[in-house]
């Protein structure tokens, strides 16, 4: 928990101490206002007393309350400004490691987990400091300075008070004890909430196809069923504490005052008024001191979940980064524009004990038409995943324009790239939005969009739509077919005019008419960049300059076309189950 403070600004840390000189103030004037009592007390019961006097002492007692009154409001404005700036820069840290961490390492923390941790996770430490640090500088406080006050006074109205703070002590350490475990269990339970609905909304097609409604209404039941247990379990739990407190405080309210007229009824004619008078101071005090310590026990409350919730946040914030930046930040003195060279690659995944890909060599020189195919699960999408560094190579080296990808700061790295994913990512905006998205060397105008998208065969789709350029695009693109979301996809990537380009599986969504008239105004406008294509159909690469056959993650065959259907049997049998043999001889 303390170690999450360190976020706190300059301007928040001088806040939180005239925040806390406020509260000494605030404490200050409450516990003026009994003496003030006992003086009024006395002037009403002594003979002879003048009411200018007990309206003095009134008085003086509704300037403490106002003072504490105001003192309590810019107390509540401060701690609310510092919680609130804290959360919002707290957020933005992690969502900043986040953004940092590589795929293997967001798969280890889950993304239902990060969502959890961002948002709810920073929430319960939020709530600690606006609610829980005022009661746990003010409750302190006040207690010493009220037991100060009320010390030698009375040994029998100390010990009533010494045992109704014992009876609170003993409540709130065992309901700490009973729920600091469930509080964990809360927070996990929450990301397997978060996790089964993020799983329904992007699967929601498969879910109705298979009509398997009600098995994931039977899932989440089953799910949020355990978290609200567990939820009513810590809730009952917190429930007890109030009736109990109640009890204590007016239960030692009463004995005050029951031993209090016991001791007035025996003591001297002259000792009654003073005996009186500090059985009024006491009373006061003591639910001072009670109430203090029944602060403390709800911030104790508070402190459990928060500290749960720190926890999870600093596993993430202290997650070793393993992809990190280079030096190189120019390319000014580069000797080689728009290669990709393989040197003896090997790839596995950090939690796995058998390679993926084993010695793998290659060069692609600027101009040229790289392709890369297989089988399904030969390795050939993790190839791409290596030159913009989604992964590090276990062994070997991924250069481009003859600079280990180790050694350059990412920006300058994926302003070299423009990639398209299999899997095309739309963003919620316009189609100017989606296309332009991002930062690049160059700056993306409305002309170059629209020329991008011509290229990528989306004209005439996208001048179709209501708003033409500025159409909305929902999250995810599902108000667009899967054929258009990868047109836009390569546009998005055309649009940068990068030296490379990363084509994973891209052209699968789309028809063989789309397809080849789209690798026909390809071919013209990325004459003088490199062209990486991962593909299934050996109709998208048979004009490749050159074609890498994989198999079982390593390379079988390197070559063109004509000379793989010669000397590789890997890729004759993969281009016949696709094409017949006189299709292949005239292609």
């Not at 941790?117 to 010493?144: F, H, S, Y």
């Not at 109030?242 to 030692?252: A, D, F």
Request: charge should be positive; include cysteine.
């Amino acid at each position: 928990m303390l170690k999450l403070f360190k976020n706190l600004r300059f301007k928040d840390i001088v806040f939180l101490i005239i925040g806390i000189g406020l509260i000494v103030f605030q404490v200050w004037l409450d516990l003026k206002m009994p003496e003030y009592m006992n003086t009024i007390t006395k002037l009403v019961e002594t003979e002879g007393s003048k009411m200018r006097d007990i309206l003095i002492n009134g008085g003086y007692m509704l300037l403490c309350s106002f003072g504490s009154l105001i003192a309590m409001i810019v107390v509540g404005y401060l701690i609310s400004y510092v919680s609130a700036c804290f959360s919002m820069n707290l957020r933005k840290k992690v969502f900043d490691k986040v953004e940092s961490l590589s795929i293997n390492e967001v798969k280890k923390f889950k993304v239902s987990s990060l969502i959890t941790r961002t948002t709810n996770d920073i929430t319960q430490i939020q709530m600690l400091i606006a609610m829980g640090l005022q009661m746990m500088i003010k409750a302190p406080i006040t207690a010493v300075w009220a037991i100060t006050k009320i010390l030698n006074k009375s040994f029998e109205w100390s010990m009533l008070t010494a045992i109704a703070l014992a009876i609170v002590l003993i409540t709130v350490v065992i309901l700490m004890l009973l729920l600091i475990p469930k509080f964990k269990i809360v927070q996990k339970l929450t990301d397997n909430v978060n996790n089964s609905i993020r799983e329904n909304i992007v699967g929601i097609r498969v879910v109705r196809a298979f009509n398997a409604e009600k098995y994931q209404e039977d899932k989440f039941y089953d799910i949020n069923k355990e978290l609200t247990g567990v939820q009513l379990f810590t809730q009952r739990a917190l429930a007890v504490m109030g009736p109990i407190m109640n009890i204590v405080l007016y239960s030692l309210n009463i004995t005050i005052f029951f031993v209090g007229a016991y001791l007035i009824k025996g003591a001297m004619l002259s000792d009654k008024l003073t005996i009186f008078g500090n059985m009024i101071v006491f009373s006061s005090y003591a639910m001072q001191v009670i109430m203090s310590f029944l602060m403390l026990a709800i911030t104790f409350m508070m402190l459990p979940r928060a500290s749960v919730s720190a926890r999870r946040i600093n596993e993430v914030l202290d997650e070793e980064i393993t992809i990190k930046e280079g030096n190189i930040s120019s390319d000014k003195d580069f000797k080689e524009t728009g290669t990709v060279e393989f040197k003896n690659v090997s790839f596995k995944y950090p939690d796995a004990e058998e390679y993926l890909l084993r010695n793998i060599s290659f060069k692609a020189n600027k101009g040229e038409t790289i392709a890369i195919i297989g089988s399904t699960g030969s390795g050939k999408s993790t190839i791409i995943n290596l030159i913009p560094r989604f992964y590090d190579v276990t062994d070997g080296e991924v250069l481009v324009d003859g600079v280990n990808v180790k050694d350059y700061k990412l920006e300058l790295l994926y302003n070299k790239i423009g990639y398209v994913p299999q899997k095309a990512v739309m963003f919620d905006g316009s189609v100017n939005y989606n296309v332009s998205y991002g930062y690049s060397s160059e700056k993306i105008t409305k002309e170059k969009v629209k020329e991008a998208i011509k290229v990528a065969q989306g004209k005439e789709f996208v001048e179709k739509m209501e708003k033409g350029y500025d159409s909305h695009i929902a999250s995810g693109g599902t108000n667009i077919s899967g054929g258009q979301k990868q047109r836009l996809a390569m546009a998005r990537a055309i649009a940068r005019n990068p030296e490379i380009y990363i084509f994973d599986d891209s052209f699968s969504a789309l028809d063989y008419k789309t397809d080849y008239n789209l690798r026909k105004e390809l071919k013209k406008y990325t004459k003088d960049a490199t062209n990486i294509i991962v593909a299934q159909r050996i109709g998208t690469i048979l004009q490749a300059d050159k074609i890498i056959v994989l198999d079982e993650g390593k390379c079988v065959g390197m070559g063109t076309h004509k000379e793989l259907l010669k000397n590789c049997d890997v890729y004759k049998q993969i281009a016949l189950s696709q094409l017949s043999k006189e299709e292949l001889e005239n292609a």
